[in-house]
């Protein structure tokens, strides 16, 4: 019974970290990444997309793109975004280190002249 339990958990984190990252909010049980941001004023939104390595950093982006449009009401916002990658390190009996791809940006809401 124990040998089948051990069995079971080593294949359920082995799933897990082969998953894509979904869209999502980030936060305590989003571990494979997601969405944060905060209103800077009226209409301006501070936006991060961060999935992790095991997914395209163009979908990072569309995520980006999606919240953005979710916030705003539409498509017709003004972005300025920058792109990189966060480290994340897993210790362990072999330690692992991959790139999360980001994007991080504003969304200003009302078309700027």
Avoid at 11 to 22: D, E, K
Avoid at 87 to 99: F, K
Wanted: aromatic fraction near 12%.
């Amino acid at each position: 019974m124990n040998k089948f339990k051990y069995i079971a958990i080593g294949s359920t984190l082995f799933l897990t970290a082969c998953v894509t990252t979904p869209y999502q909010k980030a936060g305590f049980f989003s571990s494979t990444g997601g969405y944060e941001d905060k209103i800077i004023s009226e209409g301006v939104y501070s936006i991060k997309s961060k999935v992790n390595a095991n997914t395209s950093p163009k979908l990072a982006l569309t995520y980006w793109h999606k919240r953005a449009e979710e916030l705003c009401g539409h498509s017709e916002y003004v972005s300025e975004l920058k792109q990189s990658h966060d480290l994340n390190i897993n210790p362990g009996a072999v330690t692992t280190t991959h790139e999360w791809p980001i994007v991080i940006g504003i969304a200003f809401c009302d078309k700027r002249s």
